[in-house]
């Protein structure tokens, strides 16, 4: 099928209608907003998981949601390299200029940010906040109020605000912002007022840890919200319902099934299977062979983009290279033995095993499988394990090509 008509978005947060799973995570993300919006409370909730498990998709899909249903007016700001304090307030208020243009109470945020407002870009089509540093230090130093007049702007139309926070994990790190934040919500609790404000942080499990660290009393300030990998019903459904609705076209039950033990239940792998097997297809049913030649593009593709930079170029280390190919010489093996490892091994690199364990485990690479006992160990995913394997073999027609 065609590239262009792909459903699939890999690397982006996933559009509303195929958005997959997640019940229960929805349900307690949208209670916090409706304590806002209704009772007026002030609520902060962590979105926590690992890389590529949803966070961002399912703070944009409770978004949507209650703007819809709950007068809510929601913010998403990413922070990926935030630098600071003032460049997180300056680029979550920018955000909700630029989130409010098309909306019946912009003329209300436009005038909470009187002639700080710069019409930029060709024709002035777009606008941006044209604010100073010393603004920009108001802005912190006033948070609180802040938001009180904004709401206030948006009183009779929306009735709370809905921030997202995505990407904090630069932020977590500063004890500036962890300490700010603690005041703030001390602020808020003292004025005992409402304040129908909703934070949602978005990062990886251990961010919230750092700000947890670096000022304790955050830990009763968060309600967390924790994302696991989907189940494989839900990551069947993903793919029965994308194919479905977008092609008419189904699949055979022998390709859905190899296509879930590859996805591992990462929403990020099922986007990079999808789109690979989709360009493939051919025809109203998907085929087991179909399926297993995008899952080998798949694999290449993820591999390329993280487990290149992440795995590979931390073990460079030709004994390491070696013990991971004799690890991954078949990847049809979902766990592997210390004992049945150690038997393949040279004595030199045998010498190295144990740190070479704890390293790919440091990494995230492999794990410990409780499963099968004392000493086993399997990747924490199938198609990175694929793609260790596929290295492994072009490394074994290198060498071959070199004796000859
Ligand atoms: N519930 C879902 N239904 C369908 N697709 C999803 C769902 N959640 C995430 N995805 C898809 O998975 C991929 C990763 O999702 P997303 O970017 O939301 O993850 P993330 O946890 O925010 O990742 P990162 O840690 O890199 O920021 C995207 O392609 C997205 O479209
Ligand atoms: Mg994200």
Same mark, same amino acid.
């Given at each position: 099928m065609t590239p262009e008509s792909s459903p699939f978005t890999p690397g982006q947060p996933v559009p509303i209608e195929f958005f997959v799973g997640r019940i229960s995570e929805v349900e307690r993300l949208r209670s916090l907003v409706r304590a806002s919006s209704i009772r007026g409370r002030f609520k902060v909730g962590f979105v926590a998981g690992e890389r590529g498990i949803g966070k961002s998709s399912l703070a944009s899909f409770v978004r949507r949601l209650s703007e819809r249903e709950d007068e809510v007016a929601g913010v998403h700001v990413f922070l990926g390299g935030a630098s600071g304090l003032q460049d997180m307030v300056r680029r979550a208020f920018d955000r909700l200029l630029k989130e409010s243009i098309d909306k019946p109470w912009y003329e209300n945020i436009r005038e909470f940010f009187g002639d700080h407002v710069r019409k930029v870009g060709l024709f002035g089509a777009s606008i941006e906040l044209n604010v100073?540093?010393? *603004?920009?230090?108001?802005?912190? *130093?006033? %948070?609180? +109020? !802040?938001?009180?007049?904004? =709401? !206030?702007?948006?009183?009779? *139309?929306?009735?709370?605000?809905? &921030?997202?926070?995505? *990407?904090i994990n630069g932020l977590a790190d500063s004890a500036e912002f962890a300490n700010w934040f603690k005041s703030t919500v001390d602020q808020i609790a003292i004025e005992n007022e409402a304040f129908s404000v909703c934070i949602l942080m978005v990062g990886l499990g251990e961010r919230r840890h750092s700000l947890i660290k670096l000022q304790p009393s955050l830990a009763r300030v968060f309600d967390l919200i924790e994302i696991h990998p989907w189940t494989d019903a839900e990551t069947a459904e993903f793919y029965t319902k994308t194919f479905k609705?977008?092609? $008419?076209?189904? =699949?055979e039950d022998t390709a859905l099934q190899t296509m879930i033990r590859f996805t591992g239940g990462l929403p990020v792998i099922a986007h990079e299977i999808g789109d690979a097997v989709w360009r493939i297809a051919d025809g109203p049913v998907i085929t087991n062979s179909e399926a297993n030649a995008g899952i080998i593009i798949a694999a290449e593709i993820i591999g390329r983009k993280f487990l290149e930079p992440q795995i590979f170029q931390a073990i460079r280390s030709k004994r390491y290279r070696s013990i991971l190919y004799k690890l991954a010489d078949d990847p049809f093996t979902s766990s592997f033995q210390r004992s049945t490892i150690r038997k393949k091994l040279t004595s030199e690199e045998d010498k190295v095993f144990g740190n070479f364990l704890k390293r790919m485990r440091d990494l995230g690479a492999i794990t410990?499988?409780?499963?099968? $006992? +004392?000493? !086993? @160990?399997? #990747?924490? /995913?199938? &198609?990175?394990?694929? @793609? #260790?394997?596929?290295? %492994?073999?072009?490394?074994?027609?290198?060498? /071959?090509? $070199?004796?000859?």
């Open positions: 100073t540093a010393a *603004d920009l230090g108001i802005l912190v *130093d006033d %948070f609180v +109020p !802040s938001l009180r007049r904004l =709401l !206030s702007k948006l009183k009779g *139309d929306r009735k709370a605000l809905l &921030l997202i926070l995505d *990407d609705q977008t092609a $008419g076209v189904s =699949l410990s499988d409780k499963e099968s $006992g +004392p000493g !086993s @160990y399997r #990747f924490t /995913n199938q &198609l990175h394990q694929l @793609y #260790f394997w596929l290295e %492994f073999l072009r490394a074994r027609k290198d060498e /071959n090509a $070199g004796r000859q």
